[in-house]
């Protein structure tokens, strides 16, 4: 089955722990990016990624940072996590970059305390 | 810079109700123009889309039409089911670089049977 898997779904963790959240695609898209939820404010983006090793920021990516080493896996992580980063993250992916349907994962609950 | 509009929530309808949320953008060029769709506890899905002026996109029994003279793009559906419920997100990109999907706030719907 096609699909943008996320992992781990659900998080609670404390101010500075460094963590990952994982991003897979199976569908051979060059294209993937990272968004984050918040109520009110709609989904925004992190950090996004044309191919295997070409990444740039999004419009909120202080805190973060991302890897594509492989073109299936693209992690976002949390270096020092803060209570501002509690949010839902989604993975997508697209085949390219020609403002194609982008395909979503399911979802990362993220709790800083 | 790009933008998404659209109509504030809850809407609460009856079952078999007809279905409309507001959605108006600010782009330049020719985005293209989508409707994601959040069930509760899940990821955005796809529920249709539209890539240039005056295309229709449909799904489901929803349809929307890309209107460039009035930049819009409503969701509408003549008769809505207690599974419909869920939150609706207008979205649109101009691909290129970052392939960004700008997202309004989301329209919550609610309906009742």
């Known amino acids: 089955e096609a699909q943008v898997t996320q992992n781990p779904r659900y998080l609670i963790t404390v101010t500075g722990k460094k963590l990952t959240v994982t991003c897979s695609q199976n569908?051979?898209?060059?294209?993937m990016s990272w968004y984050r939820q918040d109520p009110g404010l709609g989904l925004r983006q992190i950090y996004y990624?044309?191919?295997?090793?070409?990444?740039d920021k999004g419009d909120v990516p202080e805190g973060y940072k991302v890897s594509r080493k492989e073109k299936r896996n693209f992690p976002l992580i949390l270096e020092s996590p803060s209570p501002n980063q509690t949010s839902l993250y989604f993975c997508?992916?697209?085949?390219?970059?020609?403002?194609?349907?982008?395909?979503f994962g399911p979802g990362t609950r993220l709790t800083v305390l | 810079g790009d933008s998404v509009t659209q109509m504030e929530g809850p809407v609460t309808l009856s079952e078999e109700a007809f279905l409309t949320i507001n959605c108006t953008y600010t782009a330049t060029g020719y985005p293209s123009l989508f409707w994601y769709v959040q069930y509760p506890g899940e990821g955005l899905q796809l529920l249709l889309k539209a890539t240039k002026a005056d295309d229709k996109g449909s799904n489901k029994g929803f349809e929307a039409t890309y209107r460039k003279e009035t930049t819009s793009f409503h969701l509408e559906k003549g008769s809505v089911q207690v599974s419909d419920s869920a939150v609706y997100f207008c979205?649109?990109?101009?691909?290129?670089?970052?392939?960004?999907?700008?997202f309004g706030t989301g329209t919550l719907l609610a309906v009742q049977p």
């Open positions: 997508a992916s697209s085949p390219n970059f020609s403002g194609n349907e982008q395909f």
């Open positions: 569908m051979n898209h060059e294209y």
């Open positions: 990624s044309m191919n295997v090793e070409v990444t």
């Open positions: 979205a649109l990109t101009r691909g290129g670089a970052t392939n960004k999907l700008i």
